[in-house]
């Protein structure tokens, strides 16, 4: 299976999901955006449940904020491969 970390490259050190976001606040914020957003497209996460997070899960930034990987089986089918979900950077550490 893929693994993936991210590196904050100024200062060398790894940095956690939880760590991206501003504040404890705005991680809790972030996650509950996420989940809607899953649970309210199930064409695109069929898998999903009211269990389903974002907590410990690899993610990537982007221009417009982050994304957050999904493995295969964790919301869709194999065969959908690595589902992402986009956090907006208004809830991320500038």
């Not at 449940?49 to 999904?70: C, E, N, Q, R």
Request: proline fraction near 4%; hydrophobic fraction near 35%; charged fraction near 20%.
């Amino acid at each position: 299976m893929p693994y993936s970390k991210t590196f904050n490259f100024l200062n060398g050190k790894s940095m956690s999901l939880k760590g991206a976001f501003q504040s404890a606040k705005s991680y809790e914020d972030g996650k509950a955006y996420a989940k809607r957003y899953i649970l309210s497209h199930p064409e695109k996460y069929p898998f999903a449940d009211s269990h389903t997070s974002i907590a410990g899960h690899s993610f990537f930034w982007t221009t417009k904020g982050l994304k957050v990987i999904f493995e295969p089986y964790e919301v869709s089918s194999f065969a959908d491969g690595f589902k992402y979900v986009s956090i907006s950077s208004k809830y991320l550490k500038n």
